[in-house]
């Protein structure tokens, strides 16, 4: 992507994410559904008490409903439990948050048994999680119904070690543009990335029996310390290595990946492949990603949506409504 000015390019940003949640989903959807109660409040004084306890609910918040979304869209499939359920793919062993979104569940049902989705939580609360950590407050439509079927075997997630060819690839599946994706990756400001996804950027990368070229070599030194050769274990890292904002909603994620020290292989492509680096020079030196993420998640959140009379509103996240 070649842009002329940043002027021009803030307007195909704009133009990317531009494109409406279906029309089924609407703000304020829960208005008045609810008896006297308001189902954001709730949501939101839930997902707060949380953040106050432990601020990196955020990334995992994130984090679950990206991997929900993904595999058959925003219905909340993810949340299920079952032996062969998406809860048990290898890409989502280590998601969290479940315990949140329950509690958040509990709550609503008690003040209006069998109205708000389980999708729609984990949206909400995504949200909530999002602002709470230095991130711009933003509206989310409702709406969302929850899915029946949950397989493991259903998951096909973007690879940490994916090429930027292939990640596009993978976002335009749910028509989400290379913009959106670069966005999206955005999350990575927050949160953390284990051994195994980076490990082998570190020792023998691509049969070269040296570290990945395109790492800073302190940062290389610093990782494997974390993550020692042939030696069997899962530490992690802050994916933000800047210690002052690894929990903080901002651009520091591009500046990072611009000096090189992206930990994860998709994330330091982006700083390096002409079909995306020109955009991560843009957020980099921009003020306005918060507003940009705030767009994407909700175009994320509108992937192949179960509205209307589609699904259930199950009454417990976990388990699917019996007959």
Partial sequence: MKV?????????????????????????????KCGFNDVEIIIRRIVAARFAKDPTITPALIRMQFHDCFVH????SLLLDGDSSEKMAIPNLTVRGYDLI????DALEKACPGVVSCADIIVAATRDAIALAGGWPYAVQMGRRDGRVSLASNVDLPAPFFSVAQSIAAFQKKNLTTTDMVILLGGHTVGIAHCANFVNRLYNFNGTNDADKTMD??????????????????NFTSLDQNKYSSNIIDNSFYKQIIAKKGILQIDQSLALDS??????TYLANGFNFQF????????MGAIEVLTGTQGDIRKSCRAINLP
């Fill in 102 to 105: 329950d509690e958040v569940k």
């Fill in 275 to 280: 079909a995306t680096k020109n955009m991560v």
């Fill in 217 to 234: 070599p302190n940062l290389v030194t610093k990782l494997r310390t974390i993550c020692p050769q042939n030696v069997i274990v899962n």
């Fill in 4 to 32: 002329s000015s940043v002027g021009t390019l803030t307007i195909l940003v704009l133009l990317s994410l531009a494109m409406s949640c279906q029309a089924q989903l609407k703000y304020g959807f829960y208005r008045g």
């Fill in 73 to 76: 869209g925003c219905d909340a």
């Fill in 292 to 299: 940009l993420f705030n767009n994407a998640m909700v175009k």
